[in-house]
């Protein structure tokens, strides 16, 4: 029996911890030895099915108190899970249906589990010959024990779709979830006994599925989850659980932090009570220093201590943790001179009055190493800005894509993040932007994140919706543009004072003005399923 399986069966016959789900309406804490009880069922009614070990497992499901004994089912029965893009209001459900199809022959999957609110999927999926087995029907299966599984195995195969839309999903093993997850917690110093994690973050997405789903249910962690609709809802809630349950670790991405920091400034006092929190891990899209300190000003009437907010550093290839701050450092942050950042590749220390902040992530987490590397491939050295590459037993060996399998580590065990960034002095690591993204104007990097970040300050911008457009990209004539929403877009002055403010706003932060500024309604943005800038995709909203 691999680690990971082995330790979640003896938690689930030792832990009185829990999962409760169903806030706010109607919660329900149910132990992971009752969680379990409900997953032999499932693993009963897969092998019925025909699931045995290593065959692939498609999940459409959007409530936690569903997908943690279907993910379990699975894995008692040696599968691996991959979690399908959730269809939305605006999705095209033909479209999706299609998608989806791509999706399950390129994982090869045996059988869609379908739970709510996706019921309606059931005859688009039947209409392709898709094998549709309901979660309710899982939960009338008969209870059986789980096959043996090795280290080796595939546990999760995590779908990104990347800039371009083709799908393709990261193969994560047994150990890599194993070694990941020990990695997290000895990074945070997670007591068992005292420590509680609170969670809205999809389990379709790599930190909602690894850090609030598959770990705590490994080691037996409590943890409170509920959905991202929950949280859009009524975005106070997520502090108001905070309190109730007395939380002390949470994640979420930037725009979520920013949103949270707005509705804390309008609270009354004593409307929520944060001082338990230990750990709100800020990861999933770049960090603004800008919104750390809107937050810890916010959450200072309701007891936050600063020194919880810990920008961080993930991605699905290394399992999910890369970079962690050490315990009580907080936000640091680390000033550079932004012209030597652009021009001369490399991350001085400033004190100029227009230096840039830049997030720090922690050090690496235990097991991974890294090192940054020029376009030559060459290692640069501490504060040279190049490609982020690292190593290590929680990093994945390879993708299923629509073409066939493809490597992710190179002959000598290197993965290639794509992310461009440094490491300080003290080896804490700093991401500049995604290698792909970067704009070269006048022999200068312009980082969009930088774009955005300005873009974002505007009022009336909706946050974590601006988007900076690479135009001509590689030629003489590089240039970019930008694309934001508004709740204002009827409005037809504050449409051109918010495109007026954009461009003086990025001016002022990067010193190039763009093309175009493009205003939009909510919604038009493209993304990916977790919520990412698909910035690639972006430029079809200029006619470009």
């Known amino acids: 029996m691999s680690r990971f399986t082995d330790e979640m069966y003896a938690t689930a016959q030792s832990s009185k911890r829990a999962l409760v789900t169903g806030e706010p309406d109607v919660p329900l804490r149910q132990t992971w030895g009752e969680i379990h009880a409900q997953a032999r069922c499932m693993a009963g009614a897969l092998a019925d099915a025909g699931i045995g070990h290593g065959d692939a497992v498609g999940v459409l499901a959007g409530l936690p108190v569903d997908i943690a004994p279907v993910c379990q089912g699975v894995w008692m029965r040696g599968g691996s899970v991959t979690m399908l893009h959730q269809p939305t209001p605006r999705t095209d459900l033909e479209v999706w249906t299609r998608d989806t199809e791509v999706v399950l022959r390129m994982i090869d999957a045996r059988v869609v589990v379908l ?9 688009l999926l039947r209409e392709r010959g898709i094998s549709v087995i309901t979660v309710g029907e899982m939960r009338e299966g008969r209870p059986v024990d789980p096959v043996d599984t090795a280290e080796s195995d595939i546990v999760l195969q995590q779908l990104t779709s990347g800039s371009t ?4 999903a990261v193969q994560i093993t047994h150990e890599n979830f194993y070694v990941n997850a020990y990695a997290m917690m000895d990074r945070v110093k997670f007591a068992l006994d005292d420590d509680v994690m609170i969670s809205w973050l999809p389990l379709f997405h790599d930190m909602g599925m690894v850090a609030f789903l598959s770990v705590p249910m490994q080691v037996g962690a409590e943890v409170v989850s509920v959905t991202p609709v929950d949280f859009l809802k009524a975005p106070l809630l997520w502090a108001e659980l905070i309190g109730k349950y007395r939380g002390t670790l949470t994640a979420a991405p930037n725009f979520a932090y920013s949103l949270l920091a707005r509705k804390l400034a309008q609270a009354p006092d004593g409307a929520v009570d944060l001082s338990s929190m230990r750990w709100m891990w800020n990861g999933a899209e770049p960090v603004d220093p800008e919104t750390m300190d809107t937050l810890a000003e916010a959450g200072a009437r309701f007891g936050l201590d600063p020194s919880a907010l810990a920008p961080s550093y993930g991605m699905a290839e290394t399992t999910l943790a890369v970079s962690v701050p050490d315990p009580g450092r907080g936000m640091v942050l680390d000033v550079v001179d932004p012209d030597l950042l652009e021009a001369g590749g490399m991350a001085v220390p400033s004190s100029r009055p227009h230096a840039r902040r830049m997030a720090t992530l922690g050090h690496l ?3 991974l190493e890294g090192r940054v590397v020029g376009r030559d491939g060459q290692v640069l050295p501490q504060r040279g800005v190049g490609i982020i590459q690292l190593r290590g037993k929680a990093v994945t060996h390879g993708y299923l894509t629509v073409d066939g399998p493809v490597a992710a580590q190179g002959d000598d065990g290197w993965f290639d993040t794509g992310d461009v960034g440094y490491f300080t002095e003290e080896d804490l690591v700093v991401v500049c932007g995604r290698v792909k993204d970067v704009i070269i104007m006048g022999g200068r990097n312009i980082y969009p994140t930088d774009i955005e970040r300005a873009a974002c300050s505007v009022d009336g911008v909706r946050p974590g919706n601006a988007v900076a457009i690479r135009l001509d990209a590689g ?3 590089e240039s970019f543009a ?10 037809p002055d504050e449409v051109r004072r918010i495109e007026h403010e954009v461009v003086h706003a990025v001016f002022a932060e990067v010193g190039a003005r763009p093309r ?3 205003v939009l309604g909510p919604g038009n943005i493209p993304k990916t399923s977790s919520g990412k800038l698909r910035r690639g995709s972006s430029v079809a909203l200029l006619g470009y």
């Open 165 to 168: 839309g083709s799908p393709k």
């Open 516 to 518: 175009t500024v493009a």
């Open 115 to 123: 739970g709510a609110p996706f019921d309606i999927a059931e005859p």
């Open 475 to 477: 030629d003489k004539r």
């Open 365 to 367: 987490v235990a097991g």
């Open 482 to 491: 930008v694309a934001v929403e508004t709740n204002r877009i009827d409005d």
